[in-house]
């Protein structure tokens, strides 16, 4: 690709050998170092968005907005390095659940087959698609190339398989909406009576019940009755009780998100580097 010479690697190398090398400075250094250190970059990656996003400036830009490509770059080699992480930990799982031959060590085997092929097949279409994986042979199969493997895996198989692992999620639901509906209180009755108006105006037989009564008048005028028709109190309910309840449960759910920020941000959060308060 153009520009990725000996200097490009030759900075990505460099890059690398500074990564590790701070990881490896902060996995040496005390327990209490290590959360201060961590603490200190969490509240000034926080502090520079606050900073940015509310200074005051009368152009829209102000001194730190110049510095966003540089802390966004920033925070994809974080996601990066956490990406990593995660992939190392769910291989040495599965390698030592396999190794030791823990009940389900068939399903890990599954995994590491699907992971290392998906990863193969998936940086050879994006570098060399056309390159030959499987040869012709005879007249049993045709040629298949990277492209073509990697479309099989990921179309064929895995869209499919999350089709498949949905439908069957499709049978919990069921389930569990028959035990909300158990008509044990006047909220239950009332989800329920909802829930079926919804679901009977969403098809032709629910709408038919229904159809009898005309949206206009003989005079050309809106008949005031059509607001009954079973579809139309569906479209209400679902527009003007269902819409600002879920608003309200999205704002319940944004607030907490800040506040689960603000603890992050300030680390006060508890885990694996901060199990007591700082």
Same mark, same amino acid.
């Given at each position: 690709?153009?520009?990725?010479?000996?200097? @490009?690697?030759?900075?990505?190398? !460099?890059?690398?050998?500074?990564?590790?090398?701070?990881?490896?400075?902060?996995?040496?250094?005390?327990?209490?170092?290590?959360?201060?250190?961590?603490?200190?970059?969490?509240?000034?990656?926080? $502090?520079? !968005?606050?900073?940015?996003?509310?200074?005051?400036?009368?152009?829209?830009?102000?001194?730190?907005?110049?510095?966003?490509?540089?802390?966004?770059?920033?925070?994809?080699?974080?996601?990066?390095?956490?990406?990593?992480?995660?992939?190392?930990?769910?291989?040495?799982?599965? $390698?030592?659940? $396999?190794?030791?031959?823990?009940?389900?060590?068939? @399903?890990?085997?599954?995994?590491?087959?699907? !992971?290392?092929?998906?990863?193969?097949?998936?940086?050879?279409?994006? @570098?060399?698609? =056309?390159?030959?994986?499987?040869?012709?042979?005879?007249?049993?199969?045709?040629?298949?190339?990277?492209?073509?493997?990697?479309?099989?895996?990921?179309?064929?198989?895995?869209?499919?398989?999350?089709?498949?692992?949905?439908?069957?999620?499709?049978?919990?639901?069921?389930?569990?909406?028959?035990?909300?509906?158990?008509?044990?209180?006047?909220?239950?009755?009332?989800?329920?009576?909802?829930?079926?108006?919804?679901?009977?105006?969403?098809?032709?037989?629910?709408?038919?019940?229904?159809?009898?009564?005309?949206?206009?008048?003989?005079?050309?005028?809106? =008949?005031?009755?059509?607001?009954?028709?079973?579809?139309?109190?569906?479209?209400?309910?679902?527009?003007?009780? =269902?819409?600002?309840?879920?608003?309200?449960?999205?704002?319940?759910?944004?607030?907490?998100?800040?506040?689960?920020?603000?603890?992050?941000?300030?680390? $006060?959060?508890?885990?694996? @580097?901060?199990?007591?308060?700082?």
């Amino acid at each position: 690709m153009p520009g990725h010479g000996a200097a @490009y690697f030759g900075k990505l190398a !460099f890059g690398l050998v500074v990564m590790f090398a701070i990881l490896a400075g902060l996995q040496a250094a005390p327990r209490r170092s290590r959360k201060i250190i961590i603490a200190f970059f969490t509240f000034l990656g926080g $502090l520079y !968005f606050a900073l940015e996003f509310f200074y005051p400036a009368p152009s829209g830009e102000n001194f730190l907005t110049g510095y966003q490509p540089l802390v966004a770059g920033l925070g994809a080699v974080i996601g990066s390095f956490a990406i990593g992480l995660g992939v190392f930990s769910l291989v040495q799982l599965h $390698l030592r659940t $396999l190794s030791r031959l823990r009940p389900g060590w068939g @399903y890990s085997i599954v995994l590491l087959v699907s !992971f290392v092929a998906m990863t193969v097949f998936g940086l050879m279409n994006e @570098y060399s698609p =056309n390159a030959t994986v499987i040869p012709t042979v005879g007249g049993l199969w045709q040629s298949q190339n990277a492209h073509g493997m990697f479309r099989f895996l990921f179309s064929g198989g895995l869209s499919n398989l999350g089709s498949a692992t949905f439908s069957i999620i499709a049978f919990y639901i069921a389930s569990a909406a028959y035990r909300a509906f158990r008509l044990r209180s006047i909220e239950a009755t009332l989800l329920m009576a909802a829930a079926l108006i919804v679901m009977v105006g969403s098809v032709s037989f629910g709408t038919a019940l229904t159809a009898g009564i005309h949206p206009k008048l003989t005079d050309g005028s809106e =008949n005031p009755w059509a607001n009954l028709r079973i579809e139309n109190i569906a479209q209400w309910l679902l527009m003007e009780v =269902n819409t600002p309840a879920q608003r309200g449960i999205l704002f319940g759910l944004t607030l907490g998100l800040l506040a689960t920020s603000l603890r992050y941000w300030l680390s $006060l959060e508890r885990g694996a @580097y901060f199990d007591k308060e700082l």
